[in-house]
């Protein structure tokens, strides 16, 4: 007959405690006061405000590097073609600059490539890039084009260049 204490206690005793127990605090633990909820809105959005300058210089970063990716690959391509094709292939801008896109084209002037115009980037270079059968490029001044971006008063650079044998170089500098 030594069994826990809670068996000599009356059930409905039991009842009214736990049903005590459960009252005010069950109601408060079921969400968020209208004050915590405010709090952590206003600190999310200061956070936000001081974290957006950074990601605005970290997009303009990558545009700049991703359009000198694509130039990069373009003149990898371009080079291939004319080793392909055992005749000359030419890279040139579209009307408007580089920033406005570019076209591969064979001996015959026939499109092998076109890539659309980029946003938000800035390009000094060639009219155009011409590649021999062999690969290479002709005599003369190797070709560099300066990719820029702007984020705010930060400017940052890609630079694209390529070798008199035909390889194409990517950096991230100003002075190439």
Not at 13 to 33: D, K, P, V
């Amino acid at each position: 007959m030594n069994g826990p204490k809670e068996a000599n206690v009356p059930i409905n005793t039991i009842q009214r405690l736990s049903s005590r127990s459960t009252g005010l605090a069950g109601r408060s633990a079921r969400g968020f006061t209208m004050t915590e909820l405010v709090v952590t809105v206003a600190l999310a959005a200061i956070l936000g405000t001081i974290a957006a300058p950074a990601f605005n210089g970290m997009i303009a970063t990558q545009r700049a590097r991703t359009f000198a990716a694509d130039m990069y690959a373009t003149l990898a391509k371009t080079r291939s073609e004319a080793l392909t094709l055992n005749n000359s292939v030419t890279l040139q801008a579209n009307a408007g600059g580089w920033m406005n896109g570019w076209q591969m084209l064979d001996a015959n002037n026939n499109v092998l490539d076109n890539h659309a115009a980029a946003t938000g980037v800035t390009v000094v270079g060639p009219a155009t890039v011409t590649y021999r059968a062999s690969g290479r490029l002709p005599a003369g001044v190797a070709p560099v084009f300066v990719i820029s971006t702007t984020s705010g008063a930060t400017v940052h650079y890609q630079c694209v260049s390529v070798d008199l044998g035909g390889r194409p170089y990517m950096t991230a500098t100003a002075a190439c």
